[in-house]
């Protein structure tokens, strides 16, 4: 799916314009004037169409003319995790980030494709995180207890439709 964004110009004499790549946004940008004939040099990026995990990205990174290649590229280039990894990161977990030189896979964020703290809680204890519970001893066990318990640390978050619970360490 191609992605696709509008640069609109502070310019109020000036009209925008929609493009897809970096090389389309320099060519339009430039040749752009406004009605007096002078060169427009602000824009605001917005993202108009694409996948929901990019669009999530593209507002996780606050894009801008500033960081727009790197946004692009990022897009591009990362896989889901890496994406998912970044907007956790930078929108739940107050990180800074680098789009022009850090990697999504360092950042210290810990991602479950679970539905909710509860669903983590039986994971764990299926895992093994608790100790070797007999299967027959699982049916006492409090798991929205330690569900809760592990809200302190834990987080749910819904990103491009996808519910995550996640961590921050």
């Known amino acids: 799916m191609t992605t696709t964004f509008f640069a609109q ?5 000036a009209a925008g ?22 060169v427009v040099e602000e824009f ?3 993202f108009i169409d694409g996948e929901e995990i990019d669009c999530a ?3 996780a990174a606050s894009l801008s003319q500033a960081n727009l290649g790197d946004v692009l590229k990022a897009i591009d280039d990362w896989s ?7 907007i956790v990161g930078v929108e739940y977990c107050s990180v800074s980030f680098d789009l022009s030189r850090d990697d999504p896979n360092e950042l210290d964020v810990d991602i ?3 539905a909710s703290l509860r669903e983590l809680a039986e994971q764990f204890v299926d895992d093994g995180i608790c ?6 001893m699982r049916f006492y066990f409090d798991y929205d207890a330690f569900a809760r318990d592990l809200g302190m640390d834990y987080f749910e978050v819904e990103i491009a439709g996808q519910r995550l619970v996640c961590r921050c360490a």
């Open 57 to 59: 990205l593209s507002k």
């Open 17 to 38: 314009f929609y493009f897809e790549t970096l090389e389309e946004y320099r060519l339009k940008a430039n040749a752009l004037r406004n009605d007096h004939g002078e």
């Open 80 to 86: 889901e995790e890496d994406k998912l990894r970044f």
């Open 112 to 114: 479950y494709h679970l």
């Open 9 to 13: 110009p502070y310019d109020i004499t």
């Open 131 to 136: 100790g070797d519970i007999p299967e027959a």
């Open 44 to 46: 605001e990026i917005q």
